[in-house]
Each structure stands twice: as C-alpha cells, then as structure tokens.
C-alpha cells in the first residue's frame, strides 16, 4: 500500500466565483450563491452580517473587488492511494499482482469554491485567484501485473 498527500498551509485564495454568483443584486441572472450557516445578510441598521443587503438592480458595486471573497488557501488533498496484493503462485507464473489505484480521493479545505488547489495566472486573473475552472480529476484504475 502506498499513499501520496499534497498539501498547503496559510495563504488566501480570492473566490472570484463567489464574487460573480453572489452579485447582491446587480446581476439578476446571478443571485446564485447560498449562504452558508454562519453567513448572514444585513438587514436593519445595527446588523452584524457578513453580506449586503441584495437589491434588485443593484448599482451600489456592493458586489465588486472585496476582501470578503478572500478565503483559506489551506488544504490538505489525498493525491494517489495504491493498495496491491502479490499472489503466490508456482506454476507457469512467477508473480502475479492485483491492485486499486485511486487519484484525487478527496480534498479537505475550509475554502468554499470548486477547488483550492488553483493554476498559475489562471483566466489570467493573476496569482491566487480562484475562477472558472474545473477541479482535479479523480481517476481510479484496477490492474493486474502477470510475470512468466
């Protein structure tokens, strides 16, 4: 069995998605994101929130560039596990070898995007900045490894 992790501590991510689907108002067509438990919306003055109240048609820029966005880029991800079992056999065959590989099993992360774990200068938004992209692929692969 082997196992492979990848991992990053400290840092922030800029969830440019985020910032595009929860666009408070000014993009009707992109109301889209949900609050998470512990996210709220200002309602009344003296409110605590961590959102602006959504308005329809929105012309406050309530939904521009803001620190809000920036998140965790902390993340701890299972890369690769291999598990594989030789069977002992005498005749004809030397070794004979069954085995699972699994890549990108799971991530774990506070960030609330598709994945932490973004590319360099990606859509060309810069360093950190986490678009439209699609996550990592997660592949499995059975084998079989026979020796004469």
Do not use: C
């Not at 689907?21 to 609050?35: E, H, I, W």
Request: without cysteine; proline residues 5%; hydrophobic residues 30%.
């Amino acid at each position: 069995m082997s196992a492979i992790f990848g991992y990053s501590v400290g840092g922030k991510l800029y969830n440019y998605m985020r910032m595009e689907f929860d666009s408070d108002g000014a993009y009707t067509d992109r109301n889209q994101m949900r609050l998470k438990k512990d996210w709220s919306r200002w309602e009344k003055e003296g409110d605590i929130a961590t959102h602006p109240q959504p308005v329809y048609g929105n012309k406050t820029n309530s939904n521009s560039t803001s620190s809000r966005y920036l998140e965790s880029a902390s993340y701890l991800r299972m890369r690769n596990l291999t598990i594989g079992y030789n069977i002992p056999i005498k005749k004809y065959i030397s070794k004979l070898r069954v085995y699972a590989s699994g890549e990108n099993l799971f991530v774990i992360s506070g960030f609330s995007g598709i994945d932490p774990e973004v590319p360099p200068l990606n859509e060309g938004k810069g360093l950190g900045v986490a678009t439209f992209v699609y996550p990592q692929t997660r592949k499995f692969v059975f084998g079989l490894n026979i020796t004469l």
